[in-house]
């Protein structure tokens, strides 16, 4: 059997750059980051000794605060002198070990930051040092206003303290990324310690999400897979593509009934959230199957053939990953984000690529484990919207907001079942695709009811069941 390449789009959760004017400046109590006990953030790379977490978990849904405190988020830390660093590849087939002295020498500026003003003034300072390249730069010192714009929006109590916190720690993040730059396997797993970059996008992401006006549509089905999945069964979501954040935004919704879901569901993932600097520290703490876009595929001539091979050593990682069973995988065949219409403003799931749904149902077919295809509908586009068109170059600016958001899951559909009638496997190959697509397209509808046209639980149908699992 001969299997073509994927070509999926990015699915990994990641930041948002957009130019905003604030002049509140919120001071924070001293950082227990900065205590003399504790010596600073590991690398990025991946650690040879493992060390225990002081805090893990994603904590409450909705209604518990919107950001750990201060004292949580630095419990995400271990000290760096206890650290081993092996460098990964995404085009080598096999890892190598290294150990870098990079963590002695990482600067403090945003670790020691205590306030609006210790953020900003630390950027332009590591940018004048030359730690920090100008573009680079320009975009945190965006980032943090409309960051700190979004989330105070939301209204939340000590949402200054928030900011900044949450800013201090992602911006150590991304310094440490351009010190010591990390590169992704054809599949990285998330790395949980001896810092749970897990743990700190859902920190990150958490004040963006207006859980009073979210919702999950048919939360059983979720249950359902999560027994599955541990009874050795493969389970691949096919759903649309909203933003960079929605991998985060599957978590945060399913953490109050089905955090396993969250902590254990394989993202198939583009270059650019794994190649943006401000990026990067984002999608470590996702599980990732690193892809080319097809939308991307062709940028650059002199590239097309590596990223074609880069593609297909995904596509047997994914391959041995399924035959081992008990595999949860997220792929938006759509090869990009959905964007909205342009007549009309509004948004719709983009398209399918059939090819890349046959070559997943075959994938699964031929795993040698029992498989499940599931339809699944993302709506979280306000939180971080993407650019009106695709953007070649890496660094797009990014607009960051507070919103409700929803997801939704119909039952399993059966390529047999909707495929009897087909006189010829194109046919068949259209009509599958063609059948998932509809399946997400109409529980988009009902988010979408519920969410923007205020409906809230009144917006359930015969076929979607929305409910507020975190309440």
Excluded at 31 to 54: D, E, I, Q, Y
Excluded at 97 to 111: D, I
Excluded at 432 to 447: G, I, P, R, W
Aim: one cysteine or more.
């Amino acid at each position: 059997m001969t299997l073509m390449p994927l070509t999926f789009s990015s699915s990994a959760a990641t930041v948002a750059v957009a130019a905003a004017t604030v002049t509140s400046s919120a001071r924070v109590p001293v950082n227990p980051l900065v205590s003399p006990t504790v010596r600073g953030f590991v690398s990025f790379r991946l650690t040879a000794k493992k060390l225990p977490l002081r805090s893990r978990g994603s904590g409450g849904g909705g209604g518990r605060s919107s950001s750990l405190s201060v004292r949580a988020m630095s419990e995400l830390v271990q000290d760096k002198e206890s650290v081993v660093a092996a460098s990964t590849s995404f085009n080598d087939a096999e890892e190598t070990s290294n150990t870098t002295p990079s963590e002695l020498n990482h600067s403090r500026t945003f670790l020691d930051a205590r306030s609006e003003e210790d953020l900003i003034s630390g950027i332009r300072k590591e940018k004048e040092a030359g730690r920090l390249p100008a573009n680079v730069a320009s975009g945190m010192e965006e980032l943090y206003w409309n960051y700190k714009n979004a989330v105070l929006s939301s209204g939340a109590s000590r949402a200054d303290e928030t900011v900044i916190s949450n800013m201090s720690v992602a911006f150590d993040r991304m310094l440490l990324g351009v010190e010591d730059p990390y590169t992704f396997n054809p599949y990285h797993k998330a790395i949980r310690e001896p810092f749970d970059y897990y743990q700190f996008v859902h920190t990150y992401i958490r004040p963006l999400i207006d859980f009073k006006n979210s919702y999950v549509g048919n939360a059983s089905i979720f249950t359902e897979l999560e027994d599955k999945i541990r009874q050795g069964h493969n389970i691949v979501l096919i759903s649309n593509h909203q933003s960079e954040a929605d991998p985060a935004v599957i978590s945060l919704l399913l953490e109050a009934q089905c955090p396993y879901i969250g902590e254990n569901i394989k993202c198939v993932a583009g270059d650019r959230v794994i190649t943006d600097p401000l990026c990067k520290p984002f999608s470590m703490g996702r599980n990732l199957i690193c892809v080319y876009s097809k939308k991307h595929m062709n940028d650059d001539p002199e590239l097309v053939d590596m990223k074609r091979k880069a593609n297909t050593r995904s596509l047997k990682e994914m391959a041995t990953l399924l035959r081992s069973g008990s595999q949860l995988i997220w792929i938006a065949p759509s090869g990009g984000r959905d964007r909205p219409n342009p007549s009309t403003g509004e948004w719709f799931p983009a398209p399918f690529d059939s090819s890349s749904v046959d070559n997943m149902r075959r994938l699964v077919e031929h795993s040698g484990a029992p498989g499940h295809i599931y339809p699944m509908s993302l709506l979280c586009y306000d939180i971080m919207p993407p650019p009106p068109q695709v953007e070649k170059e890496i660094g797009e600016k990014r607009l960051v907001g507070y919103h409700g958001t929803g997801l939704s899951i119909a039952p399993e559909i059966s390529f047999a079942d909707v495929t009897s009638d087909c006189n010829n496997p194109n046919e068949a190959k259209e009509a599958y695709s063609q059948a998932l697509y509809n399946s997400v397209n109409e529980q988009y509808k009902t988010l979408n009811s519920a969410i923007h046209h205020r409906r809230g639980l009144e917006a359930s149908t015969s076929t979607v069941s929305l409910s507020q699992p975190w309440n």
